[in-house]
Structure formats: C-alpha cells, structure tokens
C-alpha cells in the first residue's frame, strides 16, 4: 500500500448511522475516501451471517470504486471474505502471527506509545493508526485524548512509515494532524453525521 491510500480513512459500522449504512458508504466512495475499515461494534452491532452479508455488501462497493476494504479485529471475517486486510489493536494476537496469516495482504495496528510502535513496525504491520488525538465520542473504551506529540515523535523515529491520525479528528482540526506528520486522517463521526460528504471529504485532504 502507498501513504497516500491514508489520506481520508473512512470508518464505520451500523451503529455509527443516521442513515442507510450503505448509502451512506457509496456517498463516502463517490465523494473520494480512499481508504474504508469495517467497524461493527455497539450494543445493537450485527453479529453472525448478518454482519457477513453486510460487510460482503460493503466490500462490493469498495471495490466497484477501488478503495482498500479492511475489517476492524475481527481477524476470522477478514479471512472469510477475503478482505484486503485487517485492522487489530494491542489486545489482539501478536502482529507477528496476524501478520503469517494476511500474507500479502494489509495489516494496520492501533499504537500509543514508542514500544508498541516499534513492536508494530518490525513485526511487519504495513501502517499504524496513532490516537486518540482529540477526544471522541465514537468509541466507548477509547483511551484519554493525546494531542499530537507522539504521532510528531513517530514522524521524526520513522520517517517512511505510513502513520494515520485518529481520534475526535474534525475539518477543523484535521490540518494540525497533517502537519504533525501523518499522513492521513481516520475518521467516523466527521462523515457519518456529515450533511455534505464531498465538502468534508475535501476539506479532510
């Protein structure tokens, strides 16, 4: 994958719409994501052969508009479906083994500090998604708001590595991210509740 497949990182799931989930996806497809993650959690988050026919149903769209389709964690769907990749964090299996068995396909890490970075790179995760950079509501177990100073830190320690920004991450705020180094901002309320998703698509880049 190239850095520049993570300037504008879609994520979402159903529970993250006030609207249609898909239609909502294909606007977010049409109006320039370029990178989509599948994240189906929430009380009410679809489970079983539901969660597969939808995710089959997003994985479709993403490829009639040839953006990468990863699914947050859950490593088993991914390989079911043949996803393009798969999202983990630190609580899931070692980045070595997920690694083995995504060979050649992408593998991205959560990280929030220098020892989880390095872990990540070196056991061959293809990016890192480091926050919360702001705080947010879209995630109840998130960790407490960062700023960017790591996410600068990262930049400076690996200069090559694609790193994206997430975390309570708006159009208003996006550019200090950008220009702490990553090099994409991952975002879920900013174009799920978005009355114009081409404008804060554009306004993201």
């Known amino acids: 994958m190239k850095r520049s497949d993570l300037a504008v990182y879609f994520i979402m799931g159903t529970e993250n719409c006030k609207d249609e989930p898909l239609v909502v996806l294909e606007d977010a497809l049409k109006s320039g994501i370029t990178f989509f993650q599948l994240r189906e959690k929430g009380a009410n988050a679809l489970t079983g052969e539901s969660l597969e026919k939808f995710a089959l149903a997003c994985q479709t769209l993403c490829k009639e508009y040839n953006v990468p389709f990863i699914i947050n964690d859950n490593v088993q769907l991914a390989l079911k479906i043949n996803a393009d990749g798969v999202h983990v964090g630190q609580d899931d ?42 705080e947010t509501q879209s995630k109840a177990d998130a960790k407490p708001a960062a700023g960017v100073s790591f996410l600068s830190k990262a930049r400076r320690d690996y200069q090559d590595f694609p790193i994206v920004g997430i975390g309570g991450i708006t159009t208003e705020n996006a550019s200090e991210v950008l220009a702490a180094g990553a090099d994409g901002v991952a975002v879920i309320s900013a174009i799920c509740q978005s009355a114009d998703r081409r404008e804060t698509i554009n306004l993201l880049k």
Do not use: T
């Open 93 to 134: 299996a070692p980045i070595a083994q997920i690694r083995e068995q995504f060979n050649g396909k992408i593998v991205g890490v959560s990280v929030h500090n220098d020892e989880e970075m390095k872990v990540a790179v070196e056991g061959g995760a293809d990016y890192v998604g480091i926050g919360p950079i702001y």
